[in-house]
C-alpha cells in the first residue's frame, strides 16, 4: 500500500497516542502527533529526531475550535490531504454519579466526546475532497458495559460508540471509513491523570465504599494491564485490515469480558460485575 499516507494522532503526550505516533511514523506514515500542552512533547521529540522518523509535533487543544481549526489548515497546507484521524484524546473522572459536579460532566465531555467531534468535522472537508479517509475513535471497554464510579467516563464512551455507527452510514458513500477501538485495562498513566471527583474525595460521601473499592481493584488491574504499544499495533491493524470491521477490542480482558457478556443475560452480567469488584 501506498505508505505516504498522512495521519493526525490526538492526545499524543503520552500512553496509547504516544505509542500509535510513534508506531505509525515507524511503519512509513506522515505522522502528525498533536497534544494540548506541547511542553510534554520531549519524549517523543527525542525518539522521532533519534530514529529521523516522519513525525511533526504540533499543539492542538481538541477543546478550542481555533486549536482544532488552525493545526487542521496547517497540516493540511504542509501535506496537502489528511488520510486517517486517531481521536485519541481523553481523560477518566472518578466518582459515584450524585457526587459529580455538573461543571465537572461538562468538562470531560468537552475533551473525551465534543474534542473528538472538532477534530472529526475540522477533517471531513478535506477527506470528501479526495473521496477517501480513515476515522479512528478510541472509545473503551467502557463504551460498552458501565462500572460503578465511571458513570462519566463510560457515558462519553457510550457517546462516542453511537455517534461513530450513526456517521458510518453518511461518509461510506465519499469513501471514508470510520473504526471504534476498544481498549481494556492498560499499563499508563492514565489513573494518575484522571480526576477524582470534588465531592468523592469527603469522607462523609455515603459512595466512600464503592470509591476505595474500585481504586483498589484497578490499580491491580493497570499494573498487570497491557502495554499501550498493544493497543497502537491494534490500531494499525484496523487501519490496513483488508477485511475492514467497525469495531476492533484491544486486550485479553475486555475481549473475555465481552465474551461472557454475549452469553449472560444483563441482570446476570450486573451481578458478574458487582462480584468482580468487590461491591454489596
Known amino acids: 500500500m501506498d505508505r505516504q499516507k498522512v495521519v493526525i494522532v490526538t492526545g499524543s503526550s503520552s500512553g496509547i497516542g504516544l505509542e500509535t505516533s510513534i508506531l505509525l511514523a515507524r511503519s512509513g506514515y506522515t505522522t502528525y502527533a498533536t497534544m494540548r500542552d506541547i511542553d510534554k512533547a520531549k519524549p517523543l521529540r527525542e525518539i522521532a529526531i533519534n530514529e529521523s522518523l516522519p513525525l511533526t509535533i504540533i499543539q492542538l487543544d481538541v477543546t478550542k ?3 482544532v481549526s488552525n493545526a487542521i489548515e496547517s497540516i493540511t497546507k504542509s501535506s496537502g490531504r489528511i488520510d486517517i484521524l486517531v481521536n485519541n484524546a481523553r481523560y477518566g473522572l472518578t466518582g459515584a454519579f450524585e457526587d459529580l459536579e455538573i461543571d465537572e460532566i ?11 467531534i472538532r477534530t472529526t468535522q475540522s477533517v471531513l472537508p478535506v477527506m470528501r475532497q479526495q473521496k477517501s479517509g480513515i476515522i479512528v475513535n478510541i472509545s ?5 458495559f458501565g462500572i460503578a464510579t465511571s458513570s462519566a467516563y ?5 457517546a462516542i460508540e453511537g455517534l461513530t455507527e450513526s456517521m458510518s452510514y453518511e461518509l461510506e458513500a465519499f469513501g471514508i471509513r470510520t473504526i471504534i477501538v476498544e481498549p481494556g485495562i492498560i499499563k499508563t ?8 471527583a470534588r465531592k468523592a ?10 470509591i476505595q473499592n474500585m481504586e483498589k481493584g484497578m490499580k491491580n488491574l493497570i499494573e498487570n494491564g497491557q502495554d499501550p504499544r498493544f493497543v497502537a499495533e491494534i490500531i494499525l491493524k ?9 469495531r476492533y477490542l484491544a486486550g485479553k480482558d475486555v475481549e473475555q469480558i465481552m465474551q ?18 468487590n461491591l454489596k
Do not use: C, Q, V, W
Request: glycine share 4%; proline share 6%.
Open 65 to 67: 475550535e481555533n486549536s
Open 106 to 116: 461538562k468538562s470531560l465531555y468537552e475533551t473525551n466526546f465534543f474534542g473528538l
Open 140 to 144: 473503551s471497554g467502557l463504551g460498552r
Open 154 to 158: 463510560s457515558s462519553s464512551k457510550f
Open 189 to 196: 498513566n492514565f489513573l494518575k491523570s484522571s480526576k477524582l
Open 201 to 210: 474525595t469527603d469522607p462523609n460521601s455515603p459512595y466512600r465504599n464503592f
Open 238 to 246: 484496523a487501519i490496513e485490515d483488508p477485511i475492514p470491521r467497525i
Open 260 to 277: 461472557i457478556k454475549s452469553k449472560l443475560s444483563d441482570e446476570d452480567f450486573h451481578i458478574m460485575l458487582k462480584k468482580m469488584a
